[in-house]
């Protein structure tokens, strides 16, 4: 089939490479955000996938609004069979769903109809889940409501961040893509409405939902931080200024401190780790980033920071 690539971070790079690989496809152009200020110098910079298109020698297109009339007319020159879609970030409106005749087939990294949204991998580790996967779906109007042409699952691990996962997702997922691009060309592969049960959203987390809460337990810590790395960051504040925070992990002997209850946000640090008071038991700091500087190991933090038995987070 002649396909119209729709993506944009680096998530979507291994299904882009993986239909390039594809004797059966051929990617005519892709359409990805516009360039972004970024780094520093804050200066443009194009996508990951706009780079990838580049060095392949394929057209990128660049709408603003995936509704401009002339990105509309290009699609329609370009006449593509179907659009695959990974993390493009726009929506998609009526006019440009209806250009190829296959529609637009978005991987989504979920279960569906569970975590429909933006922030699907960090919701399944936020809330808790044992087993997340992706989808692959027709795009309809509707936020991820289309039918569903396939599905595989992943595991979450104890330890996962929402990067991990999803690195792991992306290269799963870009097979089961692929695998669903074939089965739309050979006509064999039948998309299943959704079942109206178990819906559930994933609404982008914003820098606030990122910050910290000390009161709450340590599992709900634990998987907000998890979650929440590497972005947006989780984060709390230490002498009024932001500290930005890794991956928590339980604390040794469960954090005995002689009989001492440690409690919500106040820090002990010791010879071997750096523990935090929470709603329930200490966690042991892992990295850290203060403001302004370079991430850092917390004891290495503690060192520089000549803490005081007042001390707390917040």
């Given at each position: 089939?002649?396909?119209?690539?729709?993506?944009?971070?680096?998530t979507?790079?291994?299904?882009?490479?993986?239909?390039?690989e594809?004797?059966?496809?051929?990617?005519?152009?892709v359409?990805?955000?516009?360039?972004?200020p970024?780094g520093r110098?804050r200066?443009?910079r194009?996508?990951?996938v706009?780079?990838?298109?580049?060095?392949a020698?394929i057209?990128?297109?660049k709408p603003v609004?995936?509704?401009?009339?002339?990105f509309?007319d290009?699609?329609?020159?370009?006449a593509?069979?179907?659009?695959?879609?990974v993390a493009?970030?726009a929506?998609l409106?009526?006019a440009?769903?209806d250009?190829p005749r296959h529609?637009?087939?978005?991987l989504?990294f979920s279960l569906?109809p569970a975590?429909?949204?933006a922030?699907?991998?960090?919701a399944a580790?936020?809330?808790?889940?044992d087993?997340?996967g992706a989808?692959?779906?027709?795009?309809?109007?509707?936020l991820?409501t289309?039918?569903v042409?396939g599905v595989?699952t992943?595991?979450?691990?104890?330890?996962?961040?929402?990067?991990?996962?999803l690195?792991?997702l992306a290269?799963a997922?870009?097979?089961?893509?692929?695998?669903?691009?074939?089965?739309?060309e050979?006509g064999v592969?039948?998309?299943?409405?959704?079942p109206?049960?178990?819906?559930s959203?994933?609404p982008?987390i914003?820098?606030e939902?990122?910050?910290?809460d000390?009161?709450a337990?340590?599992?709900r810590i634990?998987?907000?931080?998890?979650?929440?790395?590497p972005?947006?960051g989780?984060?709390?504040?230490?002498?009024?200024?932001?500290?930005?925070?890794?991956?928590v992990r339980?604390?040794a002997d469960g954090?005995?401190l002689g009989g001492?209850?440690?409690e919500?946000g106040?820090i002990r640090?010791s010879?071997?780790?750096?523990l935090v008071?929470?709603g329930?038991h200490?966690v042991a700091?892992?990295?850290v980033q203060?403001q302004?500087r370079?991430?850092?190991?917390a004891l290495d933090?503690?060192?520089g920071?000549?803490?005081?038995?007042e001390d707390?987070?917040?």
């Open positions: 089939m002649k396909l119209v690539f729709a993506g944009t971070p680096e979507a790079l291994p299904s882009l490479e993986a239909l390039l594809s004797p059966r496809h051929e990617v005519a152009a359409v990805t955000r516009p360039d972004a970024s110098g200066g443009l194009e996508s990951p706009a780079r990838r298109a580049g060095e020698g057209e990128v297109l609004k995936a509704g401009d009339p002339e509309l290009r699609l329609r020159a370009i593509p069979d179907c659009c695959p879609v493009y970030g929506l409106p009526r440009a769903l250009i529609g637009w087939v978005n989504h569906l975590w429909r949204g922030a699907p991998v960090q580790i936020l809330h808790g889940d087993v997340t989808a692959t779906f027709r795009i309809e109007e509707g991820d289309g039918p042409y595989l992943e595991p979450i691990r104890p330890d996962d961040t929402a990067g991990d996962l690195g792991r290269v997922g870009a097979t089961l893509l692929r695998d669903t691009m074939d089965g739309i050979a592969l039948e998309a299943r409405p959704q109206e049960e178990g819906v959203h994933a982008k914003t820098t939902d990122a910050r910290v000390w009161t337990p340590a599992q634990d998987r907000l931080i998890r979650a929440c790395t972005t947006p989780a984060w709390t504040t230490f002498r009024g200024e932001r500290l930005k925070l890794g991956p339980p604390a954090g005995a001492e209850r440690l919500p106040r640090a010879k071997k780790e750096v008071g929470t329930t200490p700091l892992g990295e203060p302004g370079r991430r850092m190991s933090w503690t060192r920071a000549a803490l005081t038995g707390v987070l917040v």
